[in-house]
């Protein structure tokens, strides 16, 4: 595994705990389908929440959260969609968040928890 | 609080607009958006206010940043809102605490010093109007925004300064270099009545010129002196007042012409355009809102035209205007500015293409419809508005010297001053500015005064327009010399002073 994978793949456990500490239900992590790859599905109440999870080591070369294009969340809507299609579940609503994770070389990381982006 | 707001000024001419800059930080995915009719060069703030943010050593907020500038229908442009826009962004960031009812002006450059811009001294004034007297300016333009009549201005250096006066945590660089614009200095030459060698009769028309603001026109061949004589009539002009120091210094800063460190502008601006001006260059212009052009920078003082026969007809015709009014009103698609253009129109031309036609004109090789044609373009309409118009002959090897500047501005002062006497309380200041029918109420019972003018009217010689503007120089003269009122001599001469050039 190349480091910036495992960057990536540590910043989604950091934003994973940021989530269930705010009280939410995670349903999926790391869904793939053909199109790509959700990082993770959650619950907040009803409303069914997909995160897109960026990290980054600092924030030398920008947010993290800069880094997530209009493209990107583009696609992230679209397998929302395809999320729904192949899961049973009944939420009143969806949106779409971003948290951006900086996990700087000593100390606690900074979560940046971007809500309804789309 | 995610909303952050400040004061600017927008510049529409040489009005200035009270705006609001409101900074909303919401937060979603970093973006930075400025609303409210930005044009090209404020839409470029963005990059620019980003940039001196962190160069500063302030943190850029990672939000979703909306700009307004409200009133959100009033065209912005120019770089002057920088400033307010990053202190308002700050603010809304919660990095510093902007107090209320300040107005902040100044172009941002990348590293976050301040730079100086155009058109501060309106822009102050417009503030210290609309009752928001505190401004904060770039340093350069400090002197500048200090000429404006109680205005509490500040001046910054750089952002930082700026951040760290409204309890920003940032190390303020004391070694910032403030942008200091080298103005080149224009060493005004020292011109003199005095170099003019003969040319008496023209001189004294300068002389009736200065004292009554009358429109002058100088016809005679190459290298009589035309040219000298025009550059020295703003030495014959007294200083601008107060009121008219302030506007025309206003129209200079717009122009960005105007060197601060000097304070107002108080003596009468001499302009002297090419003869390939376009229309554009001398009544203003370019896109956007237009900005003024010769005729306004001539603005109470001396607007020459140098061969005048050679300008295009576009541009002579544009003049009709202002010499009417006072005034140019200049309509684009953005909208209209008004810039003030009441100058003293000095015009000088050859009497024929080649120069030469002057007395009885035999040398002159031009064939008559070549002169017909030369000076057509100046007759008419134009040529009606100019009050004195004087032939210039060869200076011989004998002609002396006349007064030195400093004597006839000193008889001109005087007459001015007689002329101001007489028109106290009503909203003129000079002979010319006067309407003809006020003129003749005036000159009392002595009907036999106007003889001479009935019947070069009678003659066609003089249209009634040319009555009024005969009646005017005749005033001039009899305050240049001291009369409470105009003899039929006077009348007699300012007739021969209107129509000695071509005019007749």
């Known amino acids: 595994m190349r480091a910036k994978d495992a960057v990536g793949r540590y910043g989604e456990d950091v934003a994973e705990r940021h989530l269930l500490a705010a009280g939410w239900r995670v349903l999926d992590r790391n869904w793939r389908c053909r199109d790509g790859e959700l990082d993770l599905v959650g619950m907040d109440g009803d409303e069914l929440v997909v995160v897109e999870v960026k990290t980054r080591r600092s924030a030398a070369y920008g947010s993290p959260a800069e880094a997530v294009t209009r493209l990107k969340l583009a696609r992230v809507r679209r397998l929302a969609a395809q999320w729904l299609a192949a899961h049973d579940v009944r939420a009143a609503s969806v949106r779409v968040d971003v948290i951006a994770v900086i996990l700087p070389r000593s100390g606690a990381a900074v979560v940046d928890h971007l809500v309804g982006v789309v | 609080m995610v909303l952050g707001r400040t004061l600017a ?17 919401a937060p979603s995915l970093p973006a930075f958006t400025l609303v409210g009719l930005p044009d090209a060069s404020l839409s470029e703030a963005r990059d620019r206010v980003r940039a001196a943010v962190t160069s500063s050593g302030l943190p850029w907020p990672n939000r979703r940043i909306t700009v307004n500038l409200s009133p959100a229908t009033l065209p912005k442009s120019g770089s002057s809102f920088d400033l307010a826009i990053a202190v308002a962004t700050l603010a809304g960031a919660e990095l510093l605490t902007a107090p209320a009812g300040v107005v902040h002006i100044g172009e941002l450059a990348l590293d976050g010093r301040l730079r100086p811009v155009r058109g501060v001294l309106p822009a102050v004034a417009a503030a210290v109007a609309a009752g928001r007297p505190r401004v ?12 404006v009549p109680g205005a509490l201005a500040v001046g910054a250096s750089s952002l930082a300064q700026v951040a760290a006066r409204y309890g920003a945590e940032v190390d303020v660089p004391d070694t910032t270099d403030p942008v200091v614009v080298e103005h080149q200095r224009a060493v005004a030459p020292v011109l003199d009545l005095a170099d003019v060698v003969g040319q008496a009769e023209a001189r004294q028309c300068l002389e009736v010129a200065a004292a009554g603001g009358h429109h002058l026109l100088m016809v005679g061949p190459p290298g009589t002196g035309k040219t000298m004589l025009a550059a020295r009539l703003p030495g014959l002009l007294p200083d601008l007042v107060e009121a008219d120091a302030v506007e025309v210094t206003a129209v200079h800063s717009v122009a960005g012409t105007f060197d601060p460190g000097d304070g107002l502008l108080v003596r009468p601006p001499f302009e002297d355009p090419h003869h390939t001006a376009t229309p554009a260059s001398v009544v203003g212009g370019g896109s956007g809102i237009p ?32 010499l009417e009014h006072g005034e140019l009103v ?12 009441r100058f003293q129109l000095v015009l000088a031309a050859n009497p024929c293409p080649c120069g030469k ?31 004195l118009q004087v032939e210039l002959v060869p200076a011989r090897a004998g002609d002396e010297a006349g007064d030195a500047t400093s004597v006839v501005a000193g008889r001109v002062r005087v007459a001015r001053g ?32 106007l003889h ?29 010399d001291g009369r409470a009122a105009p003899t039929r001599g006077d009348i007699g001469n300012a007739l021969l002073l209107r129509t000695r050039g071509q005019g007749a």
């Open chain 2, 9 to 25: 000024v927008s510049l529409v001419g040489l009005t200035g607009h009270l705006v609001d800059v409101e900074a909303h930080l």
């Open chain 2, 452 to 480: 001479d003018l009935d019947r070069a009217l009678d003659r066609g010689t003089l249209s009634l327009r040319g009555v009024d503007r005969v009646l005017r120089v005749a005033w001039t003269l009899a305050d240049l």
């Open chain 2, 136 to 147: 904060v300016v770039p340093v350069a333009n400090l002197a500048e925004a200090q000429l």
């Open chain 2, 291 to 322: 900005r003024p052009g010769a005729a306004s920078r001539a603005h109470r003082g001396v607007l020459f035209l140098d061969e005048a026969p050679e300008f295009s007809t576009a541009v002579l015709q544009t003049l009709r205007q202002p």
């Open chain 2, 418 to 449: 007689a002329a101001a006497d007489r028109l106290r309380g009503t909203p003129w200041r000079t002979g010319a500015e006067v309407p003809g029918g006020w003129l003749r109420e005036r000159l009392g019972a002595d009907g036999s005064l």
């Open chain 2, 357 to 387: 036609a002057v007395g009885k004109g035999l040398d002159c090789t031009c064939r008559s419809e070549q002169r017909r044609r030369y000076f057509g373009k100046l007759s008419g309409p134009l040529l009606d508005r100019v009050d």
């Open chain 2, 330 to 341: 200049l309509h684009r698609a953005q909208g209209a500015a008004r810039y003030p253009a």
